[in-house]
């Protein structure tokens, strides 16, 4: 196992670095930004340019590394 540090900016001032595993699922980084920021995971979007991340994947899938920039949304 491989801890990554993913930076995650919402542009609204929200700038969280959460470290995770890259067998993760992108709905583990959820709520791990969720603890951090207070915000509940299910009303979290992570995106990437064009790209919506889906909760079943996991970070390894995505090519998701280490140091990392993805961008928050509220939905």
Do not use: F
């Amino acid at each position: 196992m491989r801890l990554i540090e993913i930076i995650v900016n919402d542009r609204l001032g929200k700038k969280v670095r959460v470290k995770c595993n890259g067998d993760d699922t992108v709905g583990d980084l959820k709520k791990l930004v969720a603890a951090q920021i207070g915000t509940k995971p299910d009303k979290i979007i992570l995106k990437k340019w064009y790209n919506v991340y889906k909760d079943h994947i996991t970070l390894d899938d995505y090519e998701i590394h280490d140091g990392m920039n993805l961008e928050l949304y509220y939905s």
